[in-house]
């Protein structure tokens, strides 16, 4: 059922006494939230299956239990929740005399050995070094891997594990000889130095952007690793300062925004028998991505994806192992963009994938020899996450907002009909992780006001066993004035649904006015009116809500789960029809009879701080106050992937650029305005505040600002995200 843009406010008699302070009404025995408890304390963090992982019989999973000092993995039947056995501890093992402290742990193919992984040192959003040890579950013996290296795999037949270390990929044989050691590491590759030459693992913009870091891969029978080769000699550099030192360091790595040069990036082949590897014939150019290499299932080829700067022609290149020769397989091309996605390989040697060339993101089947393709799902709809595929049952399995744009629902599509099976009930927000096997996934399910549940299913959609249901912290909420979050549609100014959701105070009175204070992000394919948990951001929006503001979110045009028209339209012009789509939402709900329209205010953090300074001045006559956080202020200071997928190259689009550039439109600023950035942002970089300033200062415009010296796009930390959200509490209760 839809919910109409209309409101019913209920009154729930919580207690026969009730006190009243000011314009408060409140239940007795109902408490108000602190930003101390929200963004410290802890006490309102969702519990999950701690390191859950399906194991290889499809039929028992396993979880990690802490201990005081060390951790225990243990083993669990899927169908009666039996402890079966435990596989490992790290009780007692130490290196160099040291007790390790586990961070993650990964199995190997056969789950004879298990890599398990400490001392992790986080470099990007995704990348990271760890320590690691590789542990024999057999003999219960373990070896000691090189410190501080990134990504060590074992290779699928269990023989030899691959890492990273010092920008050179690298392998050892894990076969035990009479030591009981390991032999000593190869190096596949040793040209490897910081913003040169990097191998095994990507740089910085294709880990930001195409969301990936690990940069080789084993092939399915051992024999091969694919891996990266990126050239950054001609990629310009970028600089921050790092302060707590007398005199601070630099910290500096290639960065290229929009319109500069990439690096050079190639793809190589090892051959574990041969010692040697070939190049594949990728056509290498600076002006080219290949954003993804995925083997089929007999490792008779590697599958490189190859797409165009423009991002409007994909490639998926057939490259020989033995040779580094491609074919091409299959082609793409689109008059906006195209989103990249893994492709999943099959027994029979189809390849399964998403595309949006049916105007949604839809799953399709690749034939491997025919390189004939079929679409396997259809409708007004789009896929979310595409979860893999069952050989035995010719299921393929995924999410989607089929029936509500702003909620999922996981299902499984039957390969040769397209038929449809629901897999999940209950509105709201479901995501999978299917075990090996198919016949089982863990849904995790929350709601916009609910914390998440994780729950066993069968494939046949029969509900097993909730491995966590947060009932703790659902039972501690319910002791605070929470107030209800309902959703809603209304028209922007072409006529167009946009949904929401709007959080009214648990005392709304609708014959009062209330200040509103909008929420947005309102990137491409992104939504924020969604049926999913908003965790410490949702817990604040309720804050706000007992100091007496209504909070308000919009999926503005460029959303996803809408279709490839309606994300797509902001094309060349990203922020204007964003920015339009918040103003028509500040009249429309300003035009409410319990709203106050003087006083109208929004947040939002990375894009949605770009947004939020586009509303207080290109919408200067609808906002009265916003907060940015860490905002893109000009699109020509940031990636050249992101940006480029969207508004092509300054060169090619300069108007694009400025036109809907904050920095532009300081002038049209009346309200009030407060800017917020990390000093050591590696992503939208301090430089997009500090250029928004000088055009500030430069024009007299006044404005508030906070810095948060060595903290990155996250601004986290100790007690740094409860500073953050006082200084924005402080802000709106004085400004709005």
Known sequence: MKLKATFI????????????????LYAQDKQDLSLEKIWYSGEFSPKYPNSFKGMADGETY??????????????????????????????GIKVNENPINMSSFSFSDDENKVIIKYNVNRIYRHSSTCDAIVYNLKSKEFNTLP???????????????????????????????????????RKITNDGIKNKIRNGFVDWVYEEEFGMDVGFFWSPNSQYISYYKFNEVEVPEFTMDVYGSLYPRKETWKYPKAGEANSKVDIY???IVSGSSKKCETTSDADQYLPRMHWNLNSSYLAIQRLNRHQNKLDILKANPVTGATSILYTETNQYYIEIHDWIPNEAGDWLHLSEK????????????SNKEKQITKGI???????????????????????VATERQVFGANIKNGKLTQLTKGAGWHNATFIAGFNYFLDNHSTVSKPSVHTLFASNASEIRVLEDNSKLTEALAKYNLGETAFGKFKNRNGTDLDYWILKPANFDASKKYPVLFHVYGGPGYQTAKNSYGGSNYLWHQFMAQKGYIIITINNTGGGAQGEAFKKKTYLQLGNYETQDYIDAAKHFGGQSYVDASRIGIWGWSYGGYMSSNCITRGASYFKTAIAVAPVTSWRYYDNIYTERYMRTPQENAQGYDTNSPINHVKELKGNYLIVHGSAD?????????EMMMALNNNNVPYESAVYPNKNHGIYGGKTRLHLFTRMTKFILENL
């Open 147 to 185: 410190n501080q290296i990134m990504y060590p795999t074992i290779s699928p037949d269990g023989n030899h594990i691959a890492f990273v270390s010092d920008y050179n990929l690298h392998f050892m044989d894990l076969r035990n000889g009479n030591d009981g050691k390991v032999t000593d590491a």
């Open 62 to 91: 396993c979880l990690a239990e802490r201990k005081d000092g060390y951790t225990e993995v243990w083993r669990y039947q899927i169908k009666d929740g039996k402890k079966l056995e435990m596989l490992f501890s790290t009780n």
């Open 269 to 271: 082949i090892y051959s």
């Open 381 to 403: 709809f789009d896929i979310g996450e595409f979860y893999g595929y069952d050989d035995k049952k010719g299921m393929a399995y995924f999410n989607a907002g089929k029936d």
């Open 682 to 690: 590696d992503n939208v970089h301090f430089q997009n505040a500090l």
């Open 358 to 369: 049916s105007g949604y993101n839809h799953l399709w089947c690749l034939d491997g020899k």
């Open 9 to 24: 406010s209920k009154i729930v008699l919580l207690t026969i006494c009730t006190y009243y302070t000011g314009t408060v």
